[in-house]
């Protein structure tokens, strides 16, 4: 590890109100549509669908994409399963030898001169950029616009959420579009025991 530049994104809890992203959603493979159901997440699999939603968004604006790094995947999957465990939203946790982003990715062996980190929540089911009925029935909700009911989170749906709520917010935009990176990796886990079904927790790390 050689001199280093720290970039890390704001701190995000993913709200209302976020523009849907730039996305290829209509070409994706099927396996990005399965529904994320029992509290279990194939940590790959989300790592290459952000991937495409966020090289699309990189191609909108002019910028090259970025090169999946399965060591940039491990430190951001590390930290992910951390925020679960410890049910924080934080950059910094207090865990021996993963608490900050250098040391992260220091044990996963990522070399670099610059890196950054984006950081998100969601929830496991479709609740938030629509009006939720007051009622519900333990994780059963319904959208109140419609009455229809709140479906699970996919894959594709997932990523779509996180990368359009990224782009929608300045410092992280700015990681996720900087010409200094060139690998990219993503972590996900999951709480079940958060309110309303479940806390996703969202990890980004990018190195040049």
């Not at 090259?64 to 491990?74: E, F, I, M, S, V």
């Not at 590390?78 to 990715?105: C, F, I, K, W």
């Not at 109140?144 to 009911?149: F, Q, S």
Request: proline letters at 6%.
């Amino acid at each position: 590890m050689r001199a280093m530049v720290f970039i890390v994104g704001l701190a995000m809890v993913l709200g209302l109100g976020s523009p849907a992203p730039a996305a290829e959603s209509s070409g994706l493979a099927a396996k990005f549509h399965r529904p994320i159901v029992g509290g279990q997440i194939d940590v790959a699999l989300f790592d290459e669908v952000v991937a495409i939603y966020a090289n699309a968004a990189r191609r909108q604006h002019g910028k090259p994409a970025l090169r999946r790094d399965g060591k940039l995947l491990n430190a951001a999957s590390d930290h992910a399963a951390n925020m679960a465990q410890y049910q924080t939203h934080s950059h910094r946790l207090p865990v021996a030898g993963e608490g900050r982003l250098v040391q992260r990715m220091a044990r996963n062996g990522v070399r670099f001169r610059s890196a950054a980190e984006n950081i998100g929540m969601e929830k496991v089911l479709r609740l938030l950029d629509r009006p939720i009925a007051a009622k519900s029935m333990g994780c059963a909700f319904t959208y109140a616009d419609t009455g229809a009911p709140v479906p699970i989170h996919t894959y594709a749906t997932l990523a779509q959420s996180a990368v359009a709520r990224w782009m929608a917010s300045p410092k992280h935009r700015a990681s996720l579009l900087s010409p200094t990176y060139r690998r990219l990796g993503s972590g996900v886990a999951i709480d079940p025991q958060g309110p309303a079904c479940g806390d996703v927790y969202l990890v980004q790390n990018f190195a040049d």
